[in-house]
Structure formats: C-alpha cells, structure tokens
C-alpha cells in the first residue's frame, strides 16, 4: 500500500476580475460568479478592500486572512481553508483541503475524497481562467516506496483515467522535497465556432504539481511559498487563457475575411444583375462595417500577444525568485528547472503562432482594403457617369423643348386651312373640333421639341466621338 502521512490538496483558482472595454455590469458579474465559490459568510466583507484601480496582490480577508472549515468523512475529519486575494485583474483562490491527522500514514487514494470534498465546496462552480491542483505530504519512516511512486497513486486517485507518462512534464526539487509537474493542454474549440460561452469550450488544460517532502518540518517550511505559487501559476494560467482566446479570435476574423471576399466578389460592377446603384452601394457599406469589425478584432488578438508576453516575463522573474528564496531561506536542494521548459513552450509556439497569425491577417486586410477601394472607386465612377448622363438628357430636353415652343409661338402657325397638323386633327375621329385650335400649337411644340433634341444628341455624340 501507497501510504503518505497529512495529505494535503490545494486548488489555485483564478477568475477573470475585469477585462479591457468591459463595463460596470460586466465586472459586477465577474465578482458574482467569484462569489459563488465561496462561503456566503463572508460574502459582504470580500471586496471592502478591492478598491484601487490596480494592485498587483490583495489579501481579501483580514484578521485572519483565511477562512477555515472542517467537516467529517468515513475515517478522518477533513480540515481546510479558503483564501482569496485579488492579482491586479484576476481573482485568486486558494482552497486547501486535508485529513487533519499528522502522525498516521494515509492511504494514497485519500485525495479522491480530498478533491470530492473540494469540489463539493465550490458549489459546482468552474474557473473562468485557469486552475491548478497540489497534491503534497510526508513520507512516513521507513519509507516503503520511492516519491515517485507515491506520486504515481496521487495522480491516479486525482485525476482517473489519466496516464502518468502522457502527462508528466518534468520533476525537480523544492526544499529537498521532490517535485512533479503533469499537464494536459490541448483546444478543443469546434470548426465554426462564433460565439465563446466560457474558455473550456475553447481549451482543456489540466495542470497538477505533486511535492512529496521528506518530513514534517521541510512541509512546514514551504507554507511560506503559497503566495509565490499563487502567483506564478496565475501568470501560467493567464497564458494559456490570453492564448485561447486568441485562438477564438482567429477563427472570428476568418470568417470576417470569408464573409467580405463573398461579398466582394457578389458586387462586381460588370455584373448586370447588380447595376442597381442603390443596391450596389448598400452590399459596399455593409462590406465596410464587416473590415471595420476585421480592424477590431485584429487589435484584440495583438492585445492578446501582448497579455502573453508581460505574463511570461512575470512568470520568469516569480520562478527565479522562488528559487533564490528558498535557497536563502533554508540550505536544501531546490531545483526547479523543469517548470522553466513551460516559459520556452510559450515562446517557441505561443508567440510565435500570433506573431504570425497577426502578419498574415493584417496582409490579408490590407489585400481587402485595396480591393475594396478600387470597387469603390469604381462605384464612385459610375456614380459619376449616371449623373452626368441624367443632366446630358436634362440638357438635351431643355434644348428641344425651348426650341419647341419658341416655334410654337411663331405667328399664324398652323392658320392655314392646308396646314399638315390643322388637317390631321381634323380628320382623326377622336379629336373633338373644340380641341382643335389648342392642340395645334401643343403638336408643334412637341414635333419641333423631339426633333431638335434629336438633333442635339446627334451632334453630342459626334463631337464625343471626335474628340
């Protein structure tokens, strides 16, 4: 049997406080949702302190600054605490939970109950950021098996179904304990996706430390390190979060660019069914709307590199300060190398992947804005030519019509008892006599109009085509 004395689990949890454009209802809601992982006692008193505009690290509870609980399960009593603090514009909690009794070796399997109970306590509630799992103990004397197995039915109880060899990172030493890093990390957003309902539907990210410490004082020791590692996995967990949104980002913007090359293509002026001016200029601002949404989900996904970036550089500097302390602290081995291989991770193929995502769809967006242009100006062109054409024809009406009526008013116009247009009204049936007089000057006006309209745009063109 896999035995280990005071097993000890804690959950590192981060919820998102407040992100960039969101307003006062939206950051109401986050601190709601974070509300709901806690006990409602200390509901009222939580964010009397969360007050300034940025603080890197707040202790939310006060005198003191956790809040224990106890409960009984079939064997041992379960002890435990909450602490919650605010990291800048995440919140944070700590949830440790373990079997209050430190002289007898536990059973391995224990911390199945240990993460039921935690879990329990959350009231089903999930983190909208990221989360991290810490197994930890001391071996009992004589050691009946190496950490590493220990390790080994920790993570199984933990996490079933899991394989230790798929996900094991990497393993160091903290304090002369021995420390295992194991992660899962995988998008499992769907082909399509248009709308984010909460980051596990765009990642899965498992990440689970296991410290097995030589003895009870070396345990006691580390309990200085839990605001350290609340620190660092948050920068970790933010990462990773900042990279699957930018992932979500990504796919929106392809169907942005999807969306107008379809458009683009539909509004080609040299298609007759789309000659229709008002239509034509419609699909274009609708085009426009669509690269104006392009143009602001490209900022955010450059938003998102930059969120990776500053949290990396966190990320580095909180590791090698753990590690300079914990050699000052206390002459033991530490050796916490491996967790520096998640920091190359990011930066070989995280920021990597945006840096080369945001060339590309910046290319693709000025491609799209030159096209557009161009049919714009193409519309403004035909645009253009229509207006001329209507006050070419406004021009050329106006000249036979002037020339009409001026010969309309001609003296003794059609007086004549042989005048051509005297004797057609008279013998068309369906003229009465009493219209006869009135008409003739009309008919006059309007032969002589359409004839020198004629004539004019006969001439209009042959000068047109001269030239």
């Known amino acids: 049997m896999t035995d280990i004395i005071y097993p000890t689990l804690d959950l590192f949890l981060y919820d998102l406080r407040n992100a960039l454009g969101e307003g006062r209802d939206e950051f109401q809601k986050n601190r709601d949702f974070f509300l709901k992982k806690l006990p409602e006692e200390i509901h009222e008193v939580l964010f009397q302190k969360d007050t300034n505009f940025e603080d890197e690290y707040v202790e939310l509870l006060t005198k003191p600054n956790i809040f224990k609980f106890s409960s009984n399960s079939k064997s041992d009593p379960f002890e435990g605490y909450y602490y919650p603090v605010r990291l800048s514009d995440t919140y944070g909690l700590l949830l440790q939970c373990s079997v209050n009794n430190q002289t007898e070796a536990q059973p391995a399997k224990c911390f199945k109950e240990l993460k039921a109970e935690i879990e329990q306590r959350l009231n089903g509630q999930t983190a909208t950021i990221g989360q991290t799992w810490m197994v930890s103990g001391w071996l009992p004397h004589p050691e009946a098996k190496t950490p590493e197995d220990i390790a080994k039915d920790c993570y199984k109880a933990l996490m079933p179904g899991s394989k230790w060899e798929q996900d094991i990172e990497g393993q160091g030493q903290f304090l002369d304990a021995t420390i295992f890093e194991l992660s899962r990390y995988r998008l499992v957003m769907k082909e399509g996706t248009t709308s984010q309902t909460s980051i596990q539907n765009i990642q899965e990210n498992q990440h689970v430390i296991i410290i097995i410490y030589p003895d ?252």
């Open 216 to 467: 009870e004082a070396t345990a006691r020791e580390s309990a200085r390190f839990y605001a350290d590692w609340m620190r660092l996995f948050s920068y970790r967990h933010k990462i990773l979060w900042a990279y699957g949104q930018s992932r979500f980002l990504k796919q929106t913007i392809k169907n942005y660019f999807t969306a107008i090359e379809e458009d683009r293509q539909s509004i080609n002026p040299n298609q007759s069914k789309y000659r229709e001016f008002e239509k034509f200029r419609k699909t274009l601002i609708g085009v426009q709307d669509a690269l104006n949404h392009y143009t602001i989900e490209l900022n955010k996904l450059d938003f998102q590199g930059r969120t990776i970036d500053i949290n990396l550089s966190n990320y580095k500097k909180r590791l090698e300060r753990i590690e300079k302390k914990a050699k000052i602290e206390k002459k033991a081995k530490t050796e916490l190398n491996f967790l520096e291989e998640f920091a190359k991770l990011v930066e070989e193929k995280y920021q990597h992947q945006i840096t080369k995502d945001l060339e590309n769809l910046e290319r693709g967006m000025r491609l799209l804005e030159n096209t557009m242009t161009a049919v714009r100006n193409r519309v403004e062109v035909d645009k253009a030519e229509r207006d001329r054409n209507f006050q070419d024809t406004v021009a050329v009406i106006a000249v036979g019509w002037s020339v009409g009526s001026f010969v309309a008013s001609l003296r003794d116009l059609g007086k004549a008892k042989d005048d051509p247009v005297r004797l057609m009204l008279s013998n068309s049936p369906l003229v009465p006599k009493a219209w006869i007089e009135p008409a003739i000057p009309l008919m006059y006006t309007l032969g002589v109009a359409i004839a020198a309209a004629a004539l004019t745009w006969l001439v209009r063109q042959l000068w047109s085509r001269s030239r």
